[in-house]
């Protein structure tokens, strides 16, 4: 709810930063241009660079070839022309500077490019050459925000604590009031009108037996409706949201980037676990993604926040990003479980995501939504036992139903199967 | 008494005027307790603040907010991997064939891993010889989890063990080895029957000189060896397949047991369950109740000496070559009848024996080369015992004697298995350089200067040689979990040979493979190679009248046939054995095998003096059962060659008179835990590793306390808990007369048991599906007990420890009973029985049928939880825990189990389990549930049971739970034979069939339908989903 109140002021924060923003970036688009006029064009450089560089090369890092920035300051433009053409032949040809290139980068080859012209390459460059931009003011401007956001709780907090202030005094004022005019009266011997006294309503209530039983039924009853709740959700963790070592994602991974689930824990498709994927399966990708995109960022979490987690995943795997190689020191991850189901319970993940098609969702709810996991269903035995009462076993072009399938819907006259029917009710099925 | 020496206990005491010292001579105290002060004075008590009153609700107070925070569920940690391998699946089996080969035990097998681990055992079923994994290789993985282990090499010092580095290790070894000044290096080593290790052995005796090997079986097979030298000049084991015989006559060849390296049970098998009218007729000749003289139809009681005069005469018989008659009258009628037997079978017969002694296995040669019996494989002989006891006797004397320069024992304990341990070991300190390769430290290793610590079979590389042809490969199917080094590795780095073992291995290999790849092989686990037939065989072959020839060709076994003959028995005979459990001990420190329940006896955690009933009679050793059921025994001094052995004594029916019989592999003490320091060491009687000494025993006074399970030996008549028949009655009548239905009435009317008509439940459609059905042939059933163990492992089946199993409290889910018939047969009783005549008879007469008889038929039924389709247990259980499954299994919810015991009490089969006690985390239970390194063998599918609830076999849920889904997954439907229990799996003589019985063209709906099949107490009807099948004895008497 807090959220939601400061949401306007912040967007509107955020709206005057990128303005301030894009002034800030007005010179470098100038400098860009200047770049064009004297080689390229950025634009089809950007795109050339993007499908055939980009998975080797970055501008300003180093990668698995070198950082492109500066290139045509290292390398002369005939020099570049020939090495992205065939830059085998080249250190074949024994080429010093080819050589000391192929032999820094472990004597990785370069794909050969014959089909880039020397236009081609000069657009890239083009592109490459662009500097880094400054440093991006929005860390600023999150600072900026926060601080405005942080007066602005403060002046609520400030005319609250003036308003208790001022009722506090009303208080203090009306009690010396009434005193006073109580010794005024005492001093004029004013006899004051004596409150009748009636019988006290809780003594009556006291006396009152019918009222009393009433009550008390009522009040075991609520406290035992409360103990009952309080006792049936002892190891149940719905909602579940631990910690974890690394701040992971699921909604940048699953959600903006549609990573499919079964991609990183692939062994729910054939084993009883789901998995959780070993930090080789991260390194797929990350290997090449060092950084978040400045709009990953949001306002809770900032871009050099979830640059510093991946930084977390590379001391973990034993990353050299200066090399752009292992250094097999590793430490692994100590992740939180959250869905723990009880030892006596056996669950299968392949029996439910490759033989049923189940949609991970399902049980797991809208990871893809989850800045951070928490666990979404109660886990009881109950949820089980409903789902398979009311899930359609999934039987159409699997051989294994078909006989199973006929002569069942022939017993309980039915077209389509649950679990329950298949007998997935059955205690054995799940505890041994 | 007089001595006037002072005592202290500490330093202060030695200061005469310490004021300490006086203090505590008068009060236990420094300071003095106020206990007086405080309960004496009863004011200040009662106007204390905290009253009993309050004591005790500030206890109930904390008790209860302690419970409610623990209600808060714990924080899990998962780890995954940093880089997964490529083919670990957290969650899925991996199988790696490899094989076990520890000098005892040679098997092919199958290891299932999960996440890395081995957890359990399975039979290779590419492996066309040893495939079969018995009890203690199926136990072998929880030998890997053993944490007696050594973790690391050690140099043994005055003070104790050190712990040194391998390079250490090295340097100071070949220091050592260099500065023998051409004294003799021994290597001392087991049957490794390994050609890459043969190979390495011979490299190292090319580096340095004088180098000796000596090979050394703990239980010896010095004799057949020798024998089948003389006759076909390979030092090696006669192979025999049993499969091809239709008449096997025994004398003394335990072949279902450890009889030359074992292995022969799903061949003996194939022969003896009935086909077409017929099976094969085995007749056994022993002096110890055996596994395979409690499957013979007929058995003959002999005491030793009389082993070798039945071979000696059996050879008269068959060949017709003179050997003089000595033969008491009863034995006599039973070698002529098992003569003409194996005269009317041809080659189809064949002989084995035992006997350890030349002569006798020269004329077992010679007896199947004269009937060319078609069960002996010349061609393949077995290779894995090559132990030579002479050449250990030799070394012995030769350590003594101060020529031994040098000693590297490999993967034996001669100091512990040696019957002159002592002197081997007194030959030990004389020896300049002693190191020991063992993964305990065991008698020898911590006699020897070094030990170098060896890994388990299952982190090691190896290869094998099974039989001539057939080769087996050893891999590692987990990492090391200690710092150890193997044998063979560290014999290549003594030899300045860089090299891996494994590529050592494929490059001694390349001559084996032959068009195989090694991946393949290493895969397969095994190869067989087609090996020519040898020259003597392809001599007789060829020359059909030639056979007295070849017979007189080699060794005179006319002479040694009349040697046997003239031999004369000397006081009591004593017959060394190994039990099915420990065999020759090597795995003493593992508790699956240690409370596995010995077959015959069913007694667990002992061994024993086996002593005959009119034996026990005379020397008036006893046996009783005592009150709460348990079973005493009186002790006896069994005296050989002046070493005394006490023991306690088991009373075996058809031991014969004049003989007793004691295991080897007991006694241990050195690298075991306390727990597992059972039984006495018969190997100190092992007097020239021979088997059988004479000895004269007498009572001790004492009474021991056997862990027996079971209380009742005979069957008392009941003869519908064991169905048999003879294969005469069994061609000839009708199945009703042999395999009858129990009926009852109803209304007047007779109506089989099975009948809808006199049914009291509904029944269920189980129509639909799948229906599972397990069939044990009590045919086939060897009783060897690689099941029980099977399921230990499977199940996580708790270890209880002696104590616990003397209360009746074992776990087990599957027991093999094991019935004796007090008369010649099954029948008798049951007519004995029929046959009372009043109360007064039935008192006497059924105490009678308890006692066994001297010779008694012998039958063992596998019981695990039944199934019943009307389960008895299902209808008295409160909370609904066990209820029934369409499939066919009754399922048993552990988390629902309030403990009633209701089910137990109502169960007629008596399989339920009850855990007394949390038996995994608890150190009152100290075998592998306890420790981090014993639970790595825990079936992760399978829930560990926990203190007060009920447990039973539940038909491998877990296994047929896991193949209907990958059937699922893979879309198809399942194909018979794919549905398996633990059981069933380890089961390699095919007495235990499951499966799908609503896939009618499946093997158990057969089974089902057969002629021999019943259910136990069928009368009952509890319908049960295991069957079993008619025990049929090829006997025509009776």
Request: charged fraction near 15%; charge should be negative.
């Given at each position: 709810m807090k959220q939601v109140k400061y949401r306007n002021s912040a967007s509107k924060l955020l709206f005057l930063g990128t303005v301030f923003l894009f002034s800030l970036f007005q010179p470098t688009f100038g400098q860009a241009d200047a770049a064009t006029t004297s080689g390229g064009d950025v634009a089809k450089g950007e795109a050339l660079f993007k499908s055939l560089c980009a998975s080797c090369h970055k501008r300003y890092k180093r990668s698995t070839?070198?950082?492109?920035?500066?290139?045509?300051?290292?390398?002369?433009?005939?020099?570049?022309?020939?090495?992205?053409?065939?830059?085998?032949?080249?250190?074949?040809?024994?080429?010093?500077?080819?050589?000391?290139?192929?032999?820094?980068?472990?004597?990785?080859?370069?794909?050969?490019?014959?089909?880039?012209?020397?236009?081609?390459?000069?657009?890239?460059?083009?592109?490459?050459?662009?500097?880094?931009?400054?440093?991006?003011?929005?860390?600023?401007?999150?600072?900026?925000?926060?601080?405005?956001?942080?007066?602005?709780?403060?002046?609520?907090?400030?005319?609250?604590?003036?308003?208790?202030?001022?009722?506090?005094?009303?208080?203090?004022?009306?009690?010396?009031?009434?005193?006073?005019?109580?010794?005024?009266?005492?001093?004029?011997?004013?006899?004051?009108?004596?409150?009748?006294?009636?019988?006290?309503?809780?003594?009556?209530?006291?006396?009152?037996?019918?009222?009393?039983?009433?009550?008390?039924?009522?009040?075991?009853?609520?406290?035992?409706?409360?103990?009952?709740?309080?006792?049936?959700?002892?190891?149940?963790?719905?909602?579940?949201?631990?910690?974890?070592?690394?701040?992971?994602?699921?909604?940048?991974?699953?959600?903006?980037?549609?990573?499919?689930?079964?991609?990183?824990?692939?062994?729910?498709?054939v084993s009883k676990h789901s998995g959780i994927p070993s930090l080789n399966v991260c390194m797929n990708c990350h290997k090449s993604i060092a950084e978040v995109a400045e709009t990953t960022a949001t306002e809770d979490y900032s871009k050099e926040f979830y640059d510093g987690e991946i930084q977390k995943l590379y001391k973990a795997v034993g990353w050299d990003e200066s090399t752009q190689s292992y250094t097999g020191e590793t430490s692994p991850v100590k992740w939180v479980r959250i869905h723990n189901l009880p030892d006596f319970a056996y669950f299968n993940h392949s029996q439910h995501v490759?033989?049923?098609?189940?949609?991970?969702?399902?049980?797991?709810?809208?990871?893809?939504?989850?800045?951070?996991?928490?666990?979404?269903?109660?886990?009881?035995?109950?949820?089980?036992?409903?789902?398979?009462?009311?899930?359609?076993?999934?039987?159409?072009?699997?051989?294994?139903?078909?006989?199973?399938?006929?002569?069942?819907?022939k017993k309980y006259g039915v077209d389509k199967l649950t679990a329950a029917q298949m007998g997935g009710l059955e205690c054995g099925k799940c505890h041994y | 008494m007089s001595s006037n020496k002072k005592y202290w206990k500490s330093v202060e005491e030695l200061n005469e005027d310490s004021s300490i010292v006086e203090t505590l001579q008068q009060n236990e105290f420094v300071q003095e307790i106020p206990t007086d002060a405080f309960l004496g004075d009863k004011a200040s008590l009662e106007n204390s603040s905290t009253s009993r009153r309050d004591f005790l609700k500030y206890v109930g107070f904390s008790t209860a907010a302690a419970s409610l925070a623990a209600c808060e569920g714990p924080v899990v940690k998962s780890i995954p991997y940093v880089v997964q391998p490529e083919r670990i699946v957290p969650g899925v089996a991996n199988y790696y064939a490899t094989t076990i080969a520890d000098g005892f035990d040679f098997a092919s097998v199958l290891i299932k891993t999960r996440e890395g681990r081995p957890i359990k055992v399975e039979n290779n079923n590419l492996a066309t010889s040893n495939g079969e994994a018995n009890a203690r290789v199926h136990a072998s993985v929880l030998s890997l989890y053993d944490n007696a282990r050594l973790q690391g090499p050690k140099r043994n010092e005055e003070s104790g063990a050190v712990d040194i580095s391998w390079d250490v290790l090295d340097k100071e070894v070949a220091a050592k080895l260099n500065a023998l000044g051409g004294k003799e290096l021994v290597i001392l080593t087991q049957t490794f029957a390994s050609p890459s290790t043969t190979k390495l052995i011979t490299e190292f005796k090319a580096k340095y000189q004088n180098v000796k090997h000596v090979v050394y079986d703990a239980v010896s097979y010095t004799e057949a060896l020798d024998a089948y030298q003389m006759m076909y000049g390979e030092r090696a084991l006669a192979d025999y397949d049993f499969s091809k015989a239709t008449t096997i006559v025994s004398v003394a060849a335990d072949f279902l047991g450890d009889w030359q390296g074992g292995g022969y049970d799903s061949a003996y098998a194939q022969g003896r369950v009935p086909k077409n009218g017929k099976m094969s007729k085995h007749i056994h000749f022993e002096a110890n109740m055996s596994l395979t003289g409690a499957n013979a139809d007929t058995r003959v009681p002999a005491t030793p000496t009389q082993q070798k005069q039945v071979l000696a005469a059996l050879y008269s018989y068959i060949t017709g070559a003179g050997a003089k008659n000595t033969l008491e009258a009863s034995l006599q009628v039973a070698v002529e009848k098992a003569?003409?037997?194996?005269?009317?079978?041809?080659?189809?017969?064949?002989?084995?024996?035992?006997?350890?002694?030349v002569d006798a296995q020269l004329v077992v040669l010679a007896i199947n080369k004269a009937i060319r019996s078609k069960a002996f494989n010349e061609a393949t002989p077995r290779k894995i015992r090559q132990g030579n006891a002479k050449a250990v006797a030799q070394l012995v004397s030769d350590m003594n004697a101060g020529k031994v320069g040098g000693l590297l024992i490999a993967g034996v304990d001669p100091v512990y298995t040696l019957p002159n341990g002592v002197a081997f070991r007194e030959g030990l300190a004389k020896v300049a350089i002693s190191v020991a390769f063992s993964m305990h430290a065991n008698?020898?290793?911590?006699?020897?200067?070094?030990?170098?610590?060896?890994?388990?079979?299952?982190?090691?590389?190896?290869?094998?040689?099974?039989?001539?042809?057939?080769?087996?490969?050893?891999?590692?199917?987990?990492?090391?979990?200690?710092?150890?080094?193997?044998?063979?590795?560290?014999?290549?780095?003594?030899?300045?040979?860089?090299?891996?073992?494994?590529?050592?291995?494929?490059?001694?290999?390349?001559?084996?493979?032959?068009?195989?790849?090694?991946?393949?092989?290493?895969?397969?686990?095994?190869?067989?190679?087609?090996?020519?037939?040898?020259?003597?065989?392809?001599?007789?072959?060829?020359?059909?009248?030639?056979?007295?020839?070849?017979?007189?060709?080699?060794?005179?076994?006319?002479?040694?046939?009349?040697?046997?003959?003239?031999?004369?028995?000397?006081?009591?005979?004593?017959?060394?054995?190994?039990?099915?459990?420990?065999?020759?001990?090597?795995?003493?420190?593992?508790?699956?095998?240690?409370?596995?329940?010995?077959?015959?006896?069913?007694?667990?955690?002992?061994?024993?003096?086996?002593?005959?009933?009119?034996?026990?009679?005379?020397?008036?050793?006893?046996?009783?059962?005592?009150?709460?059921?348990?079973?005493?025994?009186?002790?006896?001094?069994?005296?050989?060659?002046?070493?005394?052995?006490?023991?306690?004594?088991?009373?075996?029916?058809?031991?014969a008179k004049g003989s007793v019989g004691l295991a080897l592999g007991y006694g241990k003490k050195e690298g075991l835990k306390e727990e597992m320091q059972v039984g006495v060491n018969a190997y100190t009687l092992y007097v020239n590793q021979n088997a059988v000494q004479s000895a004269s025993v007498s009572k001790v006074e004492g009474v021991h306390e056997f862990a027996c399970v079971q209380l009742h030996n005979t069957l008392m008549g009941r003869g519908d808990i064991i169905k048999e028949t003879t294969l005469e009655i069994f061609n000839t009548k009708d199945k009703h007369e042999w395999n009858a239905i129990p009926e009852v009435s109803k209304n007047h009317i007779e109506y089989e048991v099975t009948s809808p008509e006199v049914d009291l439940w509904d029944e269920f459609d189980r129509s639909v599906g799948h229906h599972f059905n397990l069939s044990i042939d009590l045919n086939a059933c060897t009783g060897c007990g690689a099941c029980v163990i099977a399921c230990h492992a499977e199940n996580n089946v708790p270890v209880v420890g002696k104590s616990e199993v003397r209360r009746s409290r074992d776990m087990h889910w599957l027991r093999i009973d094991r019935y004796y018939s007090s008369q010649d047969t099954f029948e008798g009783d049951n007519d004995k029985k029929d046959n009372i005549a009043g109360l007064r008879s039935s008192l006497s007469e059924f105490g009678e049928m308890e006692k066994p008889s001297e010779n008694p038929q012998v039958a063992f039924q596998p019981v695990m939880c039944q199934h019943c389709n009307h389960a008895p247990c299902e209808t008295v259980c409160p909370v609904a825990a066990t209820s029934h499954g369409r499939q066919g299994q009754n399922h048993m919810a552990y988390n629902r189990c309030v403990g009633t015991r209701y089910c137990a009490n109502n169960c007629p089969y008596k399989v339920r389990r009850f855990n007394w006690f949390l038996y995994n985390d608890n150190d009152e239970f100290d075998y592998h549930m306890n420790n981090d390194l014993g639970r790595m063998v825990i079936n992760p599918d399978v829930t560990v049971r926990s203190r007060g609830v009920m447990e039973k076999c539940s038909m491998c849920m877990q296994m047929t739970q896991k193949t209907i889904l990958d059937a699922k997954r893979d879309g198809r439907v399942i194909k018979d034979g794919e549905f398996q229990t633990a059981c069933s799996a380890a089961c390699s003589s095919g007495a235990m069939t499951f499966g799908d019985i609503n896939d009618k063209e499946s093997k158990v709906a057969k089974l089902k339908e057969g002629d021999r099949m019943y259910h136990l107490l069928e009368h009952v009807g509890t319908k049960p989903n295991v069957m079993y099948q008619t025990k049929v004895r090829n006997t025509t008497e009776a």
């Open positions: 070839g070198p950082a492109l920035f500066g290139v045509t300051e290292r390398h002369s433009t005939e020099w570049i022309y020939s090495w992205v053409k065939n830059s085998a032949a080249m250190i074949a040809a024994g080429d010093a500077e080819a050589i000391a290139i192929w032999e820094e980068y472990k004597k990785t080859p370069m794909n050969a490019f014959p089909q880039l012209n020397n236009a081609d390459i000069d657009n890239i460059l083009a592109y490459v050459m662009v500097p880094k931009a400054a440093p991006p003011k929005s860390a600023g401007a999150t600072a900026q925000a926060t601080s405005t956001g942080g007066g602005s709780s403060m002046s609520t907090n400030l005319i609250l604590s003036a308003l208790v202030l001022v009722f506090a005094m009303l208080v203090v004022v009306l009690f010396l009031v009434n005193k006073t005019l109580k010794n005024f009266a005492a001093a004029n011997d004013i006899a004051l009108p004596e409150a009748e006294t009636r019988k006290p309503i809780w003594k009556a209530f006291i006396e009152n037996q019918f009222l009393v039983l009433v009550t008390a039924i009522l009040v075991l009853l609520a406290s035992g409706y409360f103990v009952y709740g309080f006792f049936m959700q002892v190891g149940i963790d719905q909602g579940y949201q631990p910690i974890q070592p690394i701040h992971y994602s699921h909604r940048i991974h699953a959600g903006d980037n549609k990573i499919e689930c079964k991609y990183c824990h692939s062994s729910a498709r490759s033989v049923a098609g189940v949609q991970c969702q399902k049980c797991h709810g809208p990871v893809e939504e989850m800045e951070i996991m928490y666990q979404h269903a109660p886990l009881t035995m109950g949820w089980c036992i409903n789902c398979h009462r009311e899930t359609n076993v999934k039987v159409e072009g699997n051989a294994y139903y078909e006989k199973i399938h006929e002569e069942l819907s | 003569a003409k037997t194996i005269k009317k079978a041809g080659s189809n017969a064949v002989v084995v024996s035992g006997v350890q002694d008698d020898t290793a911590i006699a020897c200067d070094y030990i170098a610590t060896t890994p388990h079979y299952l982190e090691s590389w190896g290869d094998v040689e099974l039989k001539k042809g057939s080769y087996s490969l050893m891999q590692p199917t987990i990492r090391p979990l200690f710092d150890t080094r193997q044998f063979q590795e560290t014999l290549l780095k003594w030899t300045g040979n860089s090299i891996a073992y494994n590529d050592y291995i494929k490059n001694a290999w390349t001559g084996v493979l032959g068009g195989t790849s090694w991946s393949q092989a290493l895969h397969d686990g095994v190869l067989v190679k087609p090996v020519l037939a040898s020259a003597a065989l392809e001599n007789a072959i060829n020359t059909p009248e030639g056979e007295q020839e070849t017979v007189v060709a080699g060794p005179n076994v006319g002479a040694a046939a009349r040697r046997l003959s003239t031999v004369k028995s000397n006081g009591l005979e004593l017959t060394l054995y190994t039990k099915t459990a420990l065999g020759d001990g090597q795995q003493a420190n593992n508790p699956w095998l240690q409370e596995m329940p010995d077959p015959i006896t069913r007694a667990s955690w002992d061994n024993y003096l086996t002593v005959s009933k009119a034996d026990a009679a005379e020397l008036r050793l006893e046996n009783e059962n005592v009150a709460n059921g348990a079973l005493n025994g009186s002790y006896a001094k069994v005296v050989v060659n002046g070493v005394e052995v006490i023991a306690p004594v088991i009373i075996q029916p058809g031991q």
